[in-house]
């Protein structure tokens, strides 16, 4: 069963920074597409980054050169640090898995980030 956790949301004011994690497994995880996304209220999910399993990445445009998507094989781990934090990234994050092998998609059940004084 694959199953996608994360953690390290949370409230931080302007400018400052968060890491998330998200730790997946059932999967074969140095194949899979990994990535975060992220839904405001009122508002439609977003792309927020991608990581390949080559490692190329994709970000959307409003948080490039403030956010950095990494991966780590050996612990089945994806992170997103996020720096110059803005009250416009408020929103909950969700981790995002595509299954090459199987072409499956999966979501992590999300984590709450705030940015607010």
């Known amino acids: 069963q694959v199953q996608l956790v994360e953690s390290g949301g949370g409230l931080v004011q302007p400018g400052g920074s968060l890491r998330l994690s998200c730790a997946a497994s059932g999967t074969s995880f140095s194949r899979n597409t990994m990535g975060w996304y992220r839904q405001a209220p009122g508002k439609e999910r977003e792309l927020v980054a991608l990581i390949r399993s080559s490692t190329s990445t994709n970000y959307a445009d409003s948080v490039k050169g403030r956010f950095v998507i990494s991966r780590d094989n050996a612990k089945n781990t994806v992170y997103l640090q996020m720096n110059s934090l803005k009250p416009e990234d408020t929103a909950v994050y969700y981790c995002?898995?595509?299954?090459?092998?199987?072409?499956?998609?999966?979501w992590g059940q999300g984590t709450q980030v705030t940015v607010s004084s």
């Open positions: 995002y898995m595509r299954d090459i092998f199987y072409n499956n998609d999966y």
